[in-house]
């Protein structure tokens, strides 16, 4: 046997922290700028709220943690969301372990996500897909210890860990659905107790002051999902195609998963038993989300992003285990090894030579060297600091970024309005369209890279 029982922790443990340190360190080295996701989180960071107009507010509530901590270091963001994915790793194997007595079987759990690209891959850009990772792992955890154990402290967990995922994305609602069919067939069962409606008090104590937010904002963040599958401009065809399209996108995204879990099993037959708690759960946490999300795309005729599947394959590992466990042959775990050390050394070398390749992705930005400009400009001519920076959140975001003083950012230019730009109270930088800029800027204007640079502040 390769994998002996009594090192299984020790591989786990060098894993984790290979992954963590692979993830942070490539990225760091071949980008040159932040992911745009990334510098969106950090931009609506500047000015902390209960939502935004595209997403709730957790992913931004991280990244601005770290930037206090880090400031403008790009490798911080890296590692912030590899903490993400190595603490989501643990977390299923914490729960694999509520279903194997063998821990071989844990590890292979955890090691098959290797074979998703959306757990390496896809992990330097931090953004709510990424954000989602660990608080659906914890709520499959800690709703699992709660229907087993029924512990007040499980309860209350899985409460605080679901508010703090949809707190992520919305699309953990999907999660919470799944979870309540097999709520209704532990009622069916009649093993459900009213303890377990302790946790709606801190679902509801975190949520409450989003949904104020939302009711407040006319429910953007809502609106904005909406309009980012496509919805109202359906036609019949779109209820066939795009559920197919997402389906076939599905099966591509598990291939290497598969090719590896091949490896380990003598024979693909194997029988399932409904009445089995453990596979049901499992059933409901795994296959039920994604064949909500397929009937969405069928029902509405909307298109379903890949990225949005992100925390949908989590327990995929744990799964496919416990379904094939009888026919698991440890004696082949060679093959198993062999071509998890293959994936998990091409994906970091894909990524590095897509990144440095390819010059024109975002994160090829010469975003420090262009703020660097600015602020030179600004000392030239300036008194005070930059206070407040406009722009959309990919070049303002940028600026803010970078630029010393972290000045707030904020989208408040759409090129038809110039009261904001000229009554600043703030030292203030906008970015934009140079035509528009330059003919209504009574400030400093200057253009770098086919983008106009206004600039109002205390003249010198």
């Not at 209960?50 to 507010?57: I, Q, S, T």
């Amino acid at each position: 046997m390769l994998i002996k029982k009594k090192d299984v922790n020790k591989i786990l443990i060098y894993f984790l922290f290979s992954h963590l340190i692979v993830w942070t360190l490539v990225p760091t080295i071949s980008n040159n700028n932040l992911p745009l996701d990334t510098i969106e989180a950090l931009a609506w960071a500047t000015n902390l709220d209960w939502g935004f107009n595209k997403h709730p507010p957790a992913s931004a509530f991280f990244v601005e943690l770290f930037y206090q901590i880090f400031g403008s270091n790009d490798w911080a963001y890296y590692l912030l969301s590899q903490l993400f994915v190595v603490l989501s790793f643990f977390v299923i194997w914490k729960f694999s372990e509520e279903f194997f007595k063998n821990k071989i079987y844990c590890l292979i759990s955890v090691l098959l996500l290797e074979g998703i690209y959306f757990y390496n891959f896809t992990t330097p850009e931090f953004n709510v897909n990424i954000c989602q990772l660990p608080f659906w792992a914890l709520s499959v955890l800690y709703a699992w210890k709660g229907f087993k154990d029924n512990k007040t402290i499980d309860w209350l967990l899985f409460g605080l860990f679901t508010a703090l995922g949809i707190l992520s994305k919305y699309l953990f609602i999907y999660l919470l659905v799944a979870m309540d069919v097999f709520f209704c067939y532990m009622i069916i069962k009649k093993k459900v107790k009213l303890k377990s409606l302790i946790s709606l008090i801190p679902f509801f104590l975190i949520l409450l002051p989003h949904i104020i937010w939302l009711t407040e904002n006319n429910y953007i963040t809502i609106t904005y999902g909406l309009h980012r599958t496509g919805t109202g401009d359906q036609i019949f065809l779109d209820h066939i195609t795009n559920p197919l399209i997402f389906l076939g996108k599905q099966i591509g995204i598990l291939i290497p998963f598969f090719v590896m879990f091949l490896f380990v099993i003598s024979k693909i037959k194997t029988k399932f038993n409904i009445k089995d708690k453990k596979l049901f759960f499992l059933i409901c946490v795994n296959i039920v989300p994604i064949f909500i999300m397929f009937l969405t795309s069928m029902i509405m005729g909307v298109k379903i992003r890949t990225m949005w599947m992100t925390p949908f394959y989590l327990f995929m590992g744990v799964f496919i285990v416990y379904v094939f466990q009888s026919k698991i042959n440890l004696r082949r775990l060679k093959g198993f090894v062999y071509t998890f050390l293959i994936l998990f050394i091409l994906s970091p070398f894909v990524y590095a030579y897509i990144s440095i390749t390819e010059t024109d992705k975002r994160t090829n930005y010469s975003g420090k060297e262009i703020s660097k400009l600015v602020q030179k400009k600004w000392d030239e001519n300036f008194s005070n600091k930059i206070g407040l920076v406009g722009g959309d959140e990919w070049y303002g975001g940028n600026l803010s970024y970078h630029l010393k003083s972290r000045p707030r950012w904020d989208n408040i230019f759409e090129g038809k309005d110039d009261t904001a730009i000229n009554n600043a109270e703030d030292g203030f930088i906008l970015i934009g369209d140079f035509n528009i800029l330059e003919n209504i800027c009574r400030g400093v204007f200057v253009k770098i890279e086919n983008k106009g640079i206004c600039m109002i502040g205390n003249k010198k």
